[in-house]
């Protein structure tokens, strides 16, 4: 079964609303990625935060790591239609090359 | 530079068959990996490969089995399909640096069908 859970499954707002979007795991990773994924075609990395790190900024993405509870958040600000997509987080179980990826969120975004 | 390609886009088969799945990775990448995504749920991780070694592998039957060529290229096989092989099958190069903190750069994927 998958390790990562994305918590919601489906999200809608409005162009220019922030969303958020959580991820949970359950084992100790080496790091923790997000993912974009547009009409089930190849993944676009987003990403990548390590176990040592608490957050990490890349443009309108934020991302945020609670080694501690095993979860992840993903807040994408000032959204835009372009950024309709799905969304998965995926994580590097520590010792290994595994990667685990969750069930996703997808995000519509609303022109 | 080119990203990473699959071939083909799309496959047809009927139960029982066997499909091979193709894949190149960025150049200078040494470690490619596949995943199975079935339709509404994130991608299952298969297979690892680096430097033509197997370095990782998720739960899947034998039926399942790749390998990586000398240029870095691999191949996905699956023998005597069911109908519920049918999903996108993904590939994913990486450096391959030895580390565990890697980017991974995904491919168009494989849509296959068995019917």
């Known amino acids: 079964s998958q390790q990562g859970e994305e918590d919601p499954q489906a999200l809608s707002i409005q162009e220019g609303e922030n969303a958020t979007m959580n991820c949970s795991y359950k084992?100790?990773?080496?790091?923790l990625q997000w993912y974009r994924q547009n009409s089930g075609r190849g993944l676009v990395h987003l990403i990548l935060?390590?176990?040592?790190?608490r957050e990490k900024h890349s443009g309108r993405l934020r991302v945020t790591l609670d080694t501690s509870k095993k979860s992840s958040s993903l807040l994408i600000t000032a959204s835009r239609a372009a950024d309709t997509a799905s969304y998965f987080c995926?994580?590097?179980?520590?010792?290994?090359?595994?990667?685990?990826f969750g069930t996703g969120t997808r995000l519509k975004v609303l022109a | 530079d080119a990203g990473v390609t699959q071939s083909p886009t799309h496959l047809i088969k009927t139960r029982g068959q066997h499909v091979t799945l193709r894949c190149s990775p960025i150049?200078?990448?040494?470690?490619v990996s596949w995943y199975q995504q079935v339709l509404g749920q994130g991608p299952q991780f298969i297979f690892q490969?680096?430097?033509?070694?197997?370095?990782g592998r998720g739960n899947f039957p034998d039926r399942f089995s790749a390998r990586q060529f000398p240029n870095y290229s691999s191949e996905l096989n699956v023998n005597a399909l069911l109908l519920g092989d049918s999903a996108l099958y993904l590939c994913?190069?990486?450096?391959?640096?030895?580390?565990?903190?890697?980017?991974?750069?995904f491919g168009p994927g494989t849509r296959l069908l068995v019917l």
């Open positions: 994913a190069s990486s450096l391959g640096s030895g580390t565990y903190q890697e980017t991974q750069y």
């Open positions: 084992t100790s990773i080496n790091n």
């Open positions: 935060i390590r176990s040592n790190e």
């Open positions: 995926a994580t590097v179980r520590s010792g290994t090359y595994k990667y685990i």
């Open positions: 150049s200078g990448h040494k470690s």
């Open positions: 490969y680096y430097e033509k070694e197997e370095r």
